[in-house]
């Protein structure tokens, strides 16, 4: 079998002159990577192809390297994210791609506001596909991840086979498969794998063309969270009132109970409209603690994370697809003048908490369940509002405490 793996290795032709020589182990690990390339299914042709002259981008190592001290504020975040530019472009394009819209909406069961919502903050409508700055290639992309990734390497592998699937399958030329420097794709920025299982022919040319048709983009999207769960006829969730002395160690996301034993605890919508259907569970979500907006999140907001596993992404898109059907901005206000922690506060945080006995868990500046737990508990032992936010003013008790 080595013989045959050699023998195999030994009928590519080289990987591109002079280029290739720039790093030999790159063009040996190209080389090392064909066999599971064939076993997939790809032909020695196609792979010969993409490869042939192809170098390391050193950008995708870079930003595979870095590690942000700095995290906006959510509210920042939704500044640029639910931005009057980014509504109006999006009115736009409901209307511009309305018929399409019609079609898919009653295909999926996916609201059209949703899907536009996703357009416009995974690509600007499309507008960053012109930008060769932020575009890349997507097999050099995913073939630098690989290869030098570090803790993206697996994902690089995994990715870069599906990406040459798509290409061996033939819905688009390897010159127009086009991505970020991570390998998301197209309109709505589908990695590979999330391409081969979701990703649909809407116009019926035989190609699923999520670069060039958005047609085809936004029917994608609308089969990817139909796919996921997407609970049709209904929102994502709503922007709701606390009543005074209200336990807000329920806003973990965990405590789901039905809008029917939330409204029982005193919370209403700020409309002051009821909730349409008091059956539905949703979770409490309060993404600035105490003194910032509360959610109760549908299990759509669960749906919407299944694009990209982040609280603030999933209420960016909900937010903007509010905005663009013509609701209002949230009523309540953020905590402006706090100042979001650095990558070693919040591990400080962490690290504190751990001394105090209140088992935050691993110390790496994320913070997770574990951590909003023992802030919980912590703040609940001094007599503050158990709220689980993170903030310099908690940073600073912690230091004094411990």
């Known amino acids: ?125 499309g507008q960053v596909l012109d930008n060769p700055s932020i575009v890349k290639p997507t097999i050099r992309s995913l ?98 009132e606390l009543p005074r002395g209200f336990d807000y160690t329920l806003g973990d996301m965990r405590s789901k109970k039905s809008l029917a034993q939330w409204t029982r605890l005193g919370i209403r919508r700020v409309n002051g409209s009821a909730f349409p259907r008091p059956g539905d569970q949703a979770v409490l979500y309060l993404p600035a603690g105490a003194r910032g907006p509360a959610f109760l999140m549908l299990d759509n907001f669960r749906v919407i994370k299944r694009y990209n596993n982040a609280n603030a ?7 903007l697809s509010d905005r663009l059907l013509g609701m209002d901005e949230f009523k309540a206000s953020w905590p402006r003048d706090d100042r979001p922690l650095k990558s070693d506060e919040r591990a400080e945080v962490q690290s504190l908490l751990n001394q105090g006995g209140f088992s935050a868990g691993k110390v790496d500046g994320k913070i997770g369940p574990n951590t909003k737990r023992a802030v919980m508990a912590y703040q609940k032992s001094r007599g503050m509002t158990p709220d689980g936010y993170v903030s310099l003013d908690l940073l600073r008790r912690l230091q004094r405490d411990f």
Request: charged residues 25%.
């Open 313 to 319: 992404y999933a209420l960016a898109v909900g937010h």
């Open 1 to 125: 079998m080595v013989r045959k793996a050699l023998i195999c290795l030994c009928l590519l032709v080289p990987f591109g002159g002079s280029a290739a020589l720039a790093d030999a182990g790159f063009n040996r690990w190209v080389e090392s990577f064909w066999p599971e390339a064939r076993s997939a299914g790809i032909s020695r042709s196609l792979y010969q192809e993409v490869f042939r002259g192809m170098t390391p981008d050193p950008d995708v190592i870079r930003k595979a390297e870095d590690q942000p001290e700095f995290t906006r504020a959510i509210w920042q975040y939704l500044d640029s994210a639910v931005s009057d530019k980014r509504i109006e472009n999006g009115q736009r394009m409901l209307d511009e791609w309305g018929d399409w819209l019609d079609h898919i909406e009653r295909k999926f069961g996916v609201s059209r506001y949703v899907v536009v919502a996703i357009w416009g903050m995974e690509s600007s409508y």
């Open 143 to 240: 073939a630098t991840l690989a290869y030098k990734g570090g803790k993206r390497s697996r994902f690089g592998r995994t990715q870069l086979l599906a990406a040459l699937k798509i290409l061996q399958n033939g819905d688009v030329a390897p010159h127009d498969m086009m991505g970020s420097w991570a390998g998301a794709m197209g309109h709505t920025q589908f990695i590979p794998t999330t391409y081969l299982a979701h990703a649909v022919d809407v116009t019926g040319d035989g190609r699923r063309d999520i670069w060039n048709t958005i047609p085809d983009a936004l029917a994608s999207t609308a089969a990817y969270l139909k796919d996921s769960g997407w609970d049709a006829g209904k929102t994502w969730g709503y922007e709701v």
